[in-house]
T-cell receptor, first 116, second 114 residues
């Protein structure tokens, strides 16, 4: 167990709807990254939040947006859901330290989103 | 474009066999390298990582990986696998220029026959 929690575990939505997924980071971590893992694929980076601001984004459209709160927890919002958005959404937390290039990300169990 | 290739989609071994999973990446600069494992019904867990120093990295559960810069490779090895090693294994790369973005390979499913 990493201490990263995500809610809900499973979610079913219909095309065109909006969804919010939540992530609580591991104690002592200040950075949250979100990934999309389609069936049979590796995780794909959506974006990262650090100090409540987006800090790097993958190749995802603007209808994927996020927030980070002062307690370092985070939300992923997806608008205008499409069938291809069906996937496992993973949250990873890490501790970014100033002056260091990178950190190790620890993953939560994921939220399984099904779009009908 | 930056990418990570895992050449074996599904590997089937008997217990006690030796394991080597291939991983190659395309990026010319400095990188951080990772292997993650996903056991059935569980979340992604870090097996090992390479940031700098000795290119032979030891991880948990007897796994190790060797970074060969000239070959852009970071292959995962274990001398003797166990049934409990049955899982999906993901190689991942973070370009040094991108402190946030980690690029994952498509994964290798490892099945161990008891």
């Amino acid at each position: 167990e990493t201490g990263v929690t995500q809610s809900p575990t499973h979610l079913i939505k219909t095309r065109g709807q909006q969804v919010t997924l939540r992530c609580s980071s591991q104690s002592g971590h200040n950075t949250v990254s979100w990934y999309q893992q389609a069936l049979g694929q590796g995780p794909q980076f959506i974006f990262q939040y650090y100090r409540e601001e987006e800090n790097g984004r993958g190749n995802f459209p603007p209808r994927f947006s996020g927030l980070q709160f002062p307690n370092y927890s985070s939300e992923l919002n997806v608008n205008a859901l499409e069938l291809d958005d069906s996937a496992l959404y993973l949250c990873a937390s890490s501790r970014r330290m100033e002056g260091l290039a990178g950190d190790t990300q620890y993953f939560g169990p994921g939220t399984r989103l099904t779009v009908l | 474009a930056q990418s990570v290739s895992q050449h074996n989609h599904h590997v089937i071994l008997s217990e006690a066999a030796s394991l080597e999973l291939g991983c190659n990446y395309s990026y010319g600069g400095t990188v951080n390298l990772f292997w993650y494992v996903q056991y059935p019904g569980q979340h992604l867990q870090l097996l090992l990582k390479y940031f700098s120093g000795d290119p032979l990295v030891k991880g948990i559960k007897g796994f190790e990986a060797e970074f060969i810069k000239s070959k852009f490779s970071f292959n995962l090895r274990k001398p003797s696998v166990q049934w409990s090693d049955t899982a999906e294994y993901f190689c991942a790369v973070r370009p040094y220029s991108s402190a946030s973005k980690i690029i994952f390979g498509s994964g290798t499913r490892l099945s161990i026959r008891p």
